[in-house]
């Protein structure tokens, strides 16, 4: 990724002294502003105007809407033409990198819908990875395609995911309820090496990690998630004194996860209200996780520390989370905001 630079001045020495030893020590170094037509230069303003000329042509330019979900940020790419990225997952890097590229959580690819659907969507996270569905994400999508469309008025649509279908209802208040459909417990299907009930789902699991046996709950909502309350040294967890940076990895990358997994620190503030931490695979620890969040109450209703419909609370802001108990599926509500938009140089 490059930045065009359109100079219209520059800096001339004009005299220097020095009058001691050692750089930077008794020096007197005085400097002017002067225009870069006094100094020789070519029109840069025109230079820069042909340089994007150019790189326009060569098809190298993407343009793009930034959004986010309290805090877990997305680079929104419409992708209507063509179930194919336009861009590669090298490049998602370089445009997550928030000192050289545009700065997001990840890339989200707004592409044609399949099998009947409105729209489908696909991911790269920062590290290049690309997870099966992101909670937040759908909610920025909804918002994004209602913008792309010129809608302004509440509607769903259905979005294949690599979770399967998603439905995203736009409110009349601009937050986003989202079905996120019935949790996965069956640990083949999490997936996950850690030993089941007898129903196959593996709730209170032992699992040894930084030389402390954790407690923890496994879920899938499409993508696979470990959720912790406490370890054996521990009954509550205190999720702001934990050191996310050097805990997240090692659930990650734990060998009892195949396919890695998401992480979700849970303190029980009371049956309906709940915080979170969470160390998301392939993109670290962030400010919030939509999958995670509805994982967590599936995990605290299964370990009997919720109620079915809590508040979670999130270093980015909350969300509103209901297991239904008639149908099984997971509801999330939470906003989606649009940032700014913007155009990048490949």
Same mark, same amino acid.
């Given at each position: 990724?490059?930045?065009?630079?359109?100079?219209? $001045?520059?800096?001339?020495?004009?005299?220097?002294?020095?009058?001691?030893?050692? &750089?930077? &020590?008794? =020096?007197?170094?005085? %400097?002017?502003?002067?225009?870069?037509?006094?100094?020789?230069?070519?029109?840069?303003?025109?230079?820069?105007?042909?340089?994007?000329?150019?790189?326009?042509?060569?098809?190298?330019?993407?343009?793009?809407?930034? %959004?986010?979900?309290?805090?877990? @940020?997305?680079?929104?790419?419409?992708?209507?033409?063509?179930?194919?990225?336009? !861009?590669?997952?090298?490049?998602?890097?370089?445009?997550?990198? &928030?000192?050289?590229?545009?700065?997001?959580?990840?890339? !989200?690819?707004?592409?044609?819908?399949?099998?009947?659907?409105?729209?489908?969507?696909?991911?790269?996270?920062?590290?290049?990875?690309?997870?099966?569905?992101?909670?937040? /994400?759908?909610?920025?999508?909804?918002?994004?395609? *209602?913008?792309?469309?010129?809608?302004?008025?509440?509607?769903?649509? #259905?979005?294949?995911?690599?979770?399967?279908?998603?439905?995203?209802?736009?409110?009349?208040?601009?937050?986003?309820?989202?079905?996120? /459909?019935?949790?996965?417990?069956?640990?083949? +299907?999490?997936?996950?090496?850690?030993?089941?009930?007898? +129903?196959? *789902?593996?709730?209170?699991?032992?699992?040894?990690?930084?030389?402390?046996?954790?407690?923890?709950?496994?879920?899938?909502?499409?993508?696979?998630? $470990?959720?912790?309350?406490?370890?054996? @040294?521990?009954?509550?967890?205190?999720?702001?004194?934990?050191?996310?940076?050097?805990?997240?990895?090692?659930?990650?990358?734990?060998?009892?996860?195949?396919?890695?997994?998401? #992480?979700?620190?849970?303190?029980?503030?009371?049956?309906?209200?709940?915080?979170?931490?969470?160390?998301?695979?392939?993109? /670290?620890? #962030?400010?919030?996780?939509?999958?995670?969040?509805?994982?967590?109450? =599936?995990?605290?209703?299964?370990?009997?520390?919720?109620?079915?419909?809590?508040?979670?609370?999130?270093?980015?802001?909350?969300?509103?989370?209901?297991?239904?108990?008639? +149908?099984?599926? =997971? %509801?999330?509500?939470?906003?989606?905001?649009? =940032?700014?938009?913007?155009?990048?140089?490949?």
């Amino acid at each position: 990724m490059s930045l065009s630079v359109s100079p219209i $001045c520059s800096f001339r020495k004009l005299s220097r002294s020095w009058t001691g030893r050692g &750089r930077g &020590r008794g =020096v007197s170094t005085p %400097y002017i502003l002067l225009p870069t037509s006094m100094l020789g230069f070519k029109n840069t303003t025109e230079s820069a105007s042909l340089s994007y000329t150019n790189k326009k042509k060569k098809g190298d330019v993407l343009h793009f809407v930034k %959004y986010h979900g309290i805090g877990n @940020d997305f680079i929104m790419v419409d992708n209507r033409d063509s179930l194919e990225p336009r !861009i590669c997952a090298d490049q998602a890097i370089e445009l997550c990198n &928030r000192n050289f590229g545009v700065g997001a959580d990840g890339v !989200i690819f707004t592409m044609p819908g399949v099998d009947g659907t409105d729209y489908s969507m696909r991911i790269f996270n920062s590290d290049g990875s690309e997870p099966e569905m992101c909670g937040n /994400g759908i909610r920025c999508m909804a918002r994004f395609v *209602a913008e792309l469309e010129n809608s302004d008025v509440p509607r769903s649509y #259905t979005i294949h995911t690599g979770a399967g279908l998603i439905v995203p209802k736009i409110q009349a208040d601009g937050k986003v309820i989202v079905d996120m /459909g019935q949790p996965i417990l069956s640990a083949a +299907d999490i997936p996950t090496n850690l030993p089941g009930r007898d +129903d196959g *789902a593996v709730v209170k699991s032992e699992l040894l990690v930084n030389g402390k046996t954790w407690i923890v709950t496994c879920v899938s909502m499409g993508n696979p998630h $470990c959720v912790t309350f406490s370890h054996k @040294d521990c009954e509550a967890l205190d999720v702001n004194s934990l050191h996310l940076e050097h805990l997240g990895p090692l659930f990650e990358h734990h060998e009892m996860f195949p396919a890695r997994t998401n #992480t979700e620190f849970v303190q029980v503030l009371s049956s309906r209200h709940l915080r979170m931490r969470v160390w998301e695979r392939g993109a /670290g620890a #962030t400010l919030a996780c939509g999958t995670g969040a509805c994982a967590l109450v =599936v995990a605290a209703v299964l370990e009997g520390r919720s109620e079915r419909k809590c508040l979670v609370d999130l270093p980015g802001g909350q969300l509103e989370i209901e297991w239904n108990e008639k +149908d099984n599926h =997971v %509801y999330m509500t939470g906003s989606a905001e649009k =940032v700014f938009s913007g155009t990048a140089f490949l």
